[in-house]
């Protein structure tokens, strides 16, 4: 069976620092590995994935994310935070169907 | 092109009254998946439709139980319902079946408040 888990429920960083979000997945089959993220009071909203090829993803927003076989990681980094990355980020895994991580809030002070 | 949309978005019952939510995919999207949102409990799947075929549940009792139209809408109704069940009811859609990597498009949810 596949899981994800998310290495810390919330995350403080300033403003302008590196933002780094911790995925460890498990699969039994090569991953389909998504990370998304939710405002408040909205859905999700696909940051960036990985299907096959180049390790290193990047996505909207300034996001990449690099999936490390070895490791069974998918950690997710912007090397600049701003307020507007406040919110809270999902790690997903991926083979007959979705599973998602419990989440990390991401908190950014000014 | 329009995103996922769902309704109603916010909706108040009482214990042992039974709801129906809808969801509207993007248009051309042939796969609906519905999960549910709490603090407690994260986001759990609770089931995906696809060409008008349940391909796939979750771990959640008989109470919810969903179907597709031939117009790929959605629906999901939860019958007797009990305090537990609030919670955002999210649906997302995709081309062609979730995993496999098809992007999965989220609607706003739909938050469920149970007195």
């Known amino acids: 069976a596949q899981s994800v888990t998310q290495l810390g429920s919330h995350v403080s960083v300033s403003e302008g620092a590196l933002v780094l979000l911790r995925c460890n997945y498990s699969?039994?089959?090569?991953?389909?590995l998504f990370w998304y993220v939710q405002y408040p009071n909205q859905g999700l909203q696909l940051l960036l994935k990985?299907?096959?090829?180049?390790?290193l993803v990047k996505g909207i927003n300034g996001f990449e994310a690099e999936f490390k076989k070895s490791e069974t990681s998918f950690h997710l980094t912007k090397p600049s935070a701003h307020m507007s990355d406040a919110a809270e980020y999902f790690c997903a895994v991926s083979n007959n169907d979705m599973r998602f991580g419990a989440g990390t809030r991401l908190t950014v002070k000014p | 092109k329009a995103g996922v949309t769902q309704t109603p978005r916010y909706l108040i019952k009482t214990r042992g009254q039974q709801v129906t939510l809808s969801c509207s995919p993007i248009s051309g999207h042939r796969s609906v998946s519905w999960y549910q949102q709490t603090p407690g409990q994260g986001l759990q799947f609770l089931f995906e439709?696809?060409?008008?075929?349940?391909?796939n549940k979750g771990n959640f009792p008989g109470r919810f139980s969903g179907r597709q139209f031939s117009n790929s809408r959605s629906e999901m109704n939860v019958s007797t319902l009990e305090l537990g069940d609030s919670a955002l009811y999210l649906c997302a859609s995709s081309l062609e079946v979730a995993g496999k990597g098809e992007t999965q498009y989220f609607g706003p949810g739909t938050r469920l408040l149970v007195l």
């Open positions: 990985y299907t096959t090829g180049a390790t």
């Open positions: 439709y696809f060409s008008e075929t349940q391909r």
């Open positions: 699969s039994s089959v090569p991953p389909y």
